[in-house]
Nanobody, 122 residues
Framework: QVQLVESGGGSVQDGGSLRLSCAAS????????MGWFRQAPGKEREFVAD????????SYADSVKGRFTISRNNAQNTVYLQMNSLKPEDTAIYYC???????????????WGQGTQVTVSS
């Protein structure tokens, strides 16, 4: 099993940037595809980005394409989400997840972190 812990969330103004980190323990993330999801109050959890085990395949939700960048460092057992040009609609709890394959559906992921809050004010 793998344990995931997100960090780097916080409050920023419209147009600001944040870098989220997801630190893994228990097993190397090189075995897993990794994803970032988010959930706003009253809404379902939605896909943000995913990255394959070797970083050869990366996908983004249309809403974040061109503004967010997912990356991973298997040697450091960490996945990142660089978020630029943040908008108020990006406000949510952000979760990282590990699974066997990249996918936009949360059910495809086996392990989840506890989430980190991102708040963007106008």
């Amino acid at each position: 099993q793998v344990q995931l812990v997100e960090s780097g969330g916080g409050s920023v103004q419209d147009g600001g940037s944040l870098r989220l980190s997801c630190a893994a323990s228990g097993r190397t993330i090189s075995f897993y595809a990794m994803g970032w999801f988010r959930q706003a109050p009253g809404k379902e959890r939605e896909f943000v980005a995913d990255i394959s085990r070797s970083s050869g395949s990366i996908s983004y939700a249309d809403s974040v394409k061109g503004r967010f960048t997912i990356s991973r460092n298997n040697a450091q057992n960490t996945v990142y989400l660089q978020m630029n040009s943040l908008k108020p609609e990006d406000t949510a709890i952000y979760y990282c997840a590990a699974g066997r394959v990249t996918a936009s559906g949360p059910r495809q992921y086996d392990y989840w972190g506890q989430g980190t809050q991102v708040t963007v004010s106008s």
